[in-house]
């Protein structure tokens, strides 16, 4: 360490420093959102409630809404008494009730538009009574077909909707 540069001569030439520190503040940021997020899930259910929960969950939105293809990033929760997804930073809720859920399958195209991925779609009954389909892309779907299956009593799909007629099913 030569006199004339000093402290901030040393530092400058240490780039490994600071690409440990933006990966820390990375990994950090991702960690608080978590922390965050069981906290807020801690506030509002009961242990017994609460029997699956998916942080990084990609919705894609409901077919019957209006507009371009929406894609927030958020946490699914499946409780006893349905599907809650929440969004991470503008705190959104959707819920679908238990009794309003009627099949759970795997689809590569939601509104009309191909995801390049594969989705798990929920059929379920809207507010206003008539049919809609929501998209979520989740880590390790096969546990989540699983889960509601058993949680919510939801029986197998038989038959793939038109739009999906390439991905084969599900069943849970």
Not at 14 to 31: D, N
Request: hydrophobic share 40%; net charge positive; proline share 5%.
């Amino acid at each position: 360490m030569s006199r004339r540069g000093g402290k901030i001569h040393y530092l400058q030439s240490q780039e490994w420093i600071w690409i440990a520190l933006v990966f820390f503040a990375l990994f950090g940021g991702i960690a608080l959102w978590q922390w965050r997020d069981k906290r807020w899930i801690a506030r509002h259910f009961s242990p017994g409630e609460v029997v699956v929960v998916s942080f990084g969950v990609t919705f894609y939105g409901c077919e019957s809404s209006p507009g371009r293809l929406p894609s927030h990033t958020g946490m699914l929760i499946l409780l006893q008494s349905g599907l809650l997804y929440r969004t991470r930073f503008l705190g959104r809720e959707f819920r679908i009730p238990k009794g309003k859920i009627r099949s759970v399958y795997v689809g590569k195209t939601h509104k009309g538009k191909k995801l390049y991925q594969y989705v798990m779609k929920v059929d379920f009954i809207n507010r206003e009574g008539g049919p809609d389909t929501a998209a979520f892309r989740v880590p390790y779907p096969q546990q989540w077909f699983s889960a509601i299956g058993r949680t919510l009593q939801i029986q197998p799909v038989t038959e793939i909707p038109e739009g999906d007629k390439d991905v084969d099913m599900v069943n849970i």
